[in-house]
């Protein structure tokens, strides 16, 4: 009788199969290194690796779970604390509008500095106390530096 290709490639494969499986089967697996040194495994024999199996620990597969489910907890509590950290829309609005109202303020007071011929403060009795040149300078210097800090763009 004839053979076919298909058929011969079909016993082939099938004879490998069972070659393969009886070295399962054996419960003996081999390592080793070829001449390229790419590590190989099957049925040659250099290094033999002894394969051992148990059965699992519940208790310690439920504590490996416990701990990532924890985890995870930890994790979206400190997205949710982050979160709540960040101001809201309203209360950008709110903190832009004081910026805006200090920069004014702010620079009016400038203006008065510059062009007021005598600076003064008032003392805890409610009366004028002028500003030697040093304090004058001192005084504009402070809110020229509030002007830069709140009228930023």
Do not use: H
């Not at 081999?30 to 199996?53: H, N, P």
């Amino acid at each position: 009788m004839k053979r076919n290709r298909s058929t011969t490639c079909a016993l082939l494969l099938a004879g490998m199969a069972m070659a393969g499986s009886v070295a399962v089967f054996a419960g003996e697996i081999y390592k080793w290194t070829d001449a390229e040194g790419t590590v190989q495994s099957g049925a040659a024999s250099e290094e033999r690796l002894t394969i051992s199996s148990g059965p699992t620990d519940p208790d310690r597969v439920r504590d490996i779970v416990q701990a990532r489910n924890d985890a995870r907890a930890t994790r979206r509590d400190a997205q949710a604390a982050m979160q709540a950290e960040e101001p809201t829309a309203e209360e950008l609005r709110a903190a832009e509008q004081e910026r805006a109202e200090k920069c004014n303020t702010y620079k009016e007071r400038l203006q008065k500095f510059v062009t007021s011929r005598r600076l003064y403060r008032e003392d805890e009795n409610g009366e004028r106390v002028y500003l030697d040149e040093e304090e004058t300078i001192a005084a504009r210097t402070r809110v020229q530096e509030q002007v830069v800090e709140y009228c930023k763009t």
